[in-house]
């Protein structure tokens, strides 16, 4: 048997209207809502009494899906910093391609967005950045220049 596909990356938020505020903002798209409790879900996370809301969002091609959950039971749990460095051991970042950077951001920042470092160049190939999204999920953003 082979792999099929990545079907989406999955991030727990603590405001799951203002994550997919932010993420319309972006550009992605409402695949669907939906509320997730019950045995089904106790099984496969490995908690007991989860209840939990969740948004599925996908971008414009279609091609790539972010799952946003926001927790209720069990409560979600937090290491305690929404500010963790770019170079933390586990998930690292999400990227995205954005046909205008600058536009981007602008209209990213009133969504909470925060610039971790500034927009740097590569070579003549991309402008790109990394910045704090909802919950301190990291982004990264790639406008190809050439």
Not at 67 to 91: C, F, I, K, M, R
Not at 132 to 137: E, L
């Amino acid at each position: 048997m082979t792999l099929q596909r990545m079907d989406n990356v999955g991030i727990i938020v603590e405001d799951l209207d203002a994550a997919v505020a932010f993420f319309t903002e972006l550009g992605m798209e409402v695949e669907g809502k939906a509320q997730i409790e019950g045995l089904f879900a106790d099984q496969a996370v490995g908690l007991d009494g989860v209840r939990s809301d969740m948004a599925m969002m996908r971008t414009p091609d279609g091609h790539g899906k972010l799952e946003l959950a926001q927790y209720h039971a069990p409560a979600a749990v937090s290491d305690g910093s929404h500010n963790p460095p770019p170079n933390t051991v586990g998930l690292h970042r999400v990227m995205f391609a954005v046909d205008d950077l600058d536009d981007t951001l602008a209209r990213l920042r009133p969504h909470g967005a925060e610039l971790i470092g500034e927009v740097a160049r590569y070579k003549d190939i991309y402008r790109l950045c990394y910045l704090r999204g909802p919950s301190g999920i990291i982004l990264a953003l790639a406008e190809q220049i050439s």
